[in-house]
């Protein structure tokens, strides 16, 4: 763009000088010449010697001399036609490709242009779909009508669906549900509801032929199971110390106490897994207290003590019952 339409101002045998060649060289040296030349001065070229006006400078004598040989051999009737002399595509011009944009290297200006491609593309299809719309409710005013009344049904069968949902949970929270026949009972293996959707169906009833559980499932049943297990363990370990503790036994229960509360530290991250993995909100966990454990083992402690102590007064009882007996029944004896 810069070369179109500029008039070339040095003379014949300073072109030459510029393309480093002798008056009566060949057009195979002219073009070789130029070619090595406008890699080296060319802007966009890798060249550390790049420079805009020297490319202009060999541009300008190359046009030049190719007119003097086209003009010496439209005098000498036994070379070859003038066309072969006619100037060919230039070797620079591939750096004038990828539509003009970009700068920098012909690998620099690829990516720049794909990257270009692909905004274009993205614009094109934004607007073709901002028409598409643009039609679509682009029609009477009895249309929008229809939307308006067609969007306030669904905005309140919505309202009407949450409060519904909201009712039940509030029934389920006083308790409302809790006299019902099948509370607690399993729902039938294959139950036959119209509300199900008849894949989901099919593929519950092959997992459950095949002894599958959802994964939620087995991480509920482990953290239950895991927790009754330390609750029972940590009662035994402080009933075999007995009462009162001595210091080594009260250091061995401070032990103790450090190792439920390091399980119930790992108890809680399964409880993290299981909530990022259970499908319904209501049945999430929360996190296990170790204090809330510790009060909760000190009391069924006590109560077992309490339970193990009232049975040994019993027992007590029944044994001296026996021996006054016997005793008074002989004095009674003795009497007669």
Same mark, same amino acid.
């Given at each position: 763009r810069m070369l179109s339409g500029y008039k070339p101002q040095n003379n014949v045998q300073d072109s030459y000088k510029i393309l480093d060649l002798k008056e009566g060289c060949s057009l195979d040296d002219v073009r070789n010449s130029y070619h090595n030349l406008a890699k080296k001065y060319h802007p966009d070229s890798s060249s550390g010697a790049a420079d805009s006006k020297a490319f202009i400078r060999v541009e300008e004598a190359y046009r @030049?001399? =190719?007119s003097d040989l086209a003009a010496k051999q439209k005098s000498d009737p036994g070379d070859e036609e003038e066309d072969q002399f006619k100037s060919k595509s230039l070797q %620079?011009? %591939?750096?004038?490709?990828?539509?003009?944009?970009?700068i920098g290297t012909p690998s620099q200006r690829e990516k720049? /242009?794909?990257?270009?491609?692909?905004d274009r593309a993205t614009e094109q299809v934004l607007e073709y779909r901002q028409q598409r719309l643009e039609s679509? /409710?682009?029609?009477?005013? =009895?249309?929008?009508?229809?939307? @308006?009344?067609?969007? &306030?049904?669904?905005?309140?069968?919505?309202? !009407?669906?949450?409060?519904?949902?909201?009712?039940?949970?509030?029934?389920?929270a006083k308790g409302d549900f809790d006299n019902l026949s099948g509370k607690g009972k399993p729902l039938q293996k294959f139950s036959h509801s119209p509300h199900i959707d008849p894949m989901t169906h099919n593929l519950n009833r092959i997992l459950i032929d095949n002894g599958y559980q959802p994964e939620?499932?087995? *991480?509920? &049943?482990?953290?239950?199971?895991?927790?009754?297990?330390l609750r029972k363990s940590i009662v035994a370990s402080r009933r075999k110390l007995g009462e009162p503790m001595t210091?080594?036994?009260? &250091?061995?229960?401070?032990?103790?106490?450090?190792?439920?509360?390091?399980?119930?530290?790992? *108890?809680?991250?399964?409880v993290d897994n299981f909530n990022l993995? !259970?499908?319904?909100?209501?049945?999430?966990? @929360? %996190?296990?207290?170790?204090?809330?454990?510790?009060?909760?083992?000190?009391?069924t402690y006590e109560a077992v003590v309490e339970k193990v102590s009232d049975s040994? !007064?019993?027992?007590?009882?029944?044994?001296?019952? &026996?021996?006054?007996?016997?005793?008074?029944? =002989? $004095?009674?004896?003795?009497? $007669?």
């Open positions: @030049v001399v =190719l %620079h011009r %591939h750096y004038l490709s990828f539509e003009g944009v970009g720049q /242009y794909m990257q270009f491609r692909v679509r /409710y682009a029609g009477s005013d =009895l249309s929008r009508a229809q939307d @308006v009344r067609q969007s &306030k049904k669904v905005k309140i069968t919505q309202a !009407v669906e949450r409060l519904v949902e909201d009712l039940i949970q509030e029934s389920m939620w499932i087995l *991480l509920q &049943k482990e953290i239950r199971e895991t927790i009754e297990r210091l080594p036994e009260q &250091k061995q229960w401070g032990r103790i106490c450090e190792q439920f509360a390091e399980d119930i530290r790992k *108890l809680n991250k399964r993995v !259970v499908p319904i909100l209501s049945r999430q966990m @929360v %996190h296990f207290s170790t204090d809330k454990e510790m009060r909760r083992a000190r009391k040994d !007064v019993k027992e007590n009882e029944g044994k001296e019952g &026996k021996r006054f007996g016997w005793k008074s029944s =002989l $004095l009674r004896w003795l009497k $007669l």
